[in-house]
């Protein structure tokens, strides 16, 4: 079994709708959770960074973490085509040690319609 | 501009052949590491560095390596031990204190001819 579990889509919305995009993990230690987002042939570049529980803001864009149930979110309200991109969660258990590993989800493919 | 540049964007091998890839980074970051994404595996971590002239294997490092002599650099060699070497390749850095986020270059697209 994967430590991050994310469903891989694709998901295709229309322009204006609210989008939600999930993933699950196994291991209890992951403190540090971050989206990325990678448009086609190009590298991941960071959306949303958060520690522990709770939720954080940025524009169109929420994070959500849930450690009790092992779950984080990322919502995008308004999406637009421009969003159309893969969307990656990535977990970190600590900071300095073992080199502060990322571990990434598979990604999932969204698409948004005009 | 500061970032990661990862040269070149697409690379072709040949059987036998080893390939190395470039990663430049002007961040002034001390960690490096090297990412191989295939589809529908995400991101797996084939090696990395916190320091010049240390590095350490990561989940898929057979049939590759690496070097870290300068704080700015941090090559792959993609070797012809590496039988599916078709992927692409992400370089990513990060400050060494105060922060998990790490930044990535372009890729290079590597395939086999």
């Known amino acids: 079994q994967k430590e991050v579990e994310q469903d891989p889509g694709p998901l295709s919305v229309p322009e204006g709708a609210i989008v939600s995009l999930n993933c699950t993990y196994s291991n209890s230690a992951f403190q540090y959770f971050m989206w990325y987002r990678q448009y086609s042939r190009k590298g991941p570049e960071l959306l949303m960074y958060t520690y522990s529980s709770g939720n954080k803001e940025d524009g169109r864009f929420t994070a959500q973490v849930d450690k009790s149930s092992k779950y984080i979110s990322l919502f995008i309200r308004d999406s637009q085509p421009s969003d159309s991109a893969t969307y990656l969660c990535a977990m970190s258990a600590v900071r300095e040690t073992s080199g502060s590993r990322l571990t990434f989800g598979e990604g999932t493919q969204l698409t948004v319609n005009p | 501009d500061g970032g990661i540049t990862q040269s070149p964007k697409y690379l072709f091998r040949k059987e036998g052949q080893n390939v190395t890839l470039s990663c430049e980074q002007n961040?002034?970051?001390?960690?490096m590491y090297w990412y191989r994404q295939d589809p529908g595996q995400g991101l797996r971590l084939i090696y990395y560095s916190q320091i010049v002239n240390d590095f350490q294997k990561g989940d898929i490092a057979e049939g590759y390596s690496v070097s870290r002599e300068k704080k700015e650099s941090f090559p792959l060699t993609v070797t012809s031990a590496q039988k599916n070497p078709t992927a692409f390749y992400l370089c990513?850095?990060?400050?060494?204190?105060?922060?998990?986020?790490?930044?990535f270059g372009a890729g290079t697209r590597l395939s086999v001819l």
């Open positions: 990513a850095s990060r400050r060494r204190a105060g922060s998990n986020i790490q930044y």
């Open positions: 961040l002034n970051h001390d960690a």
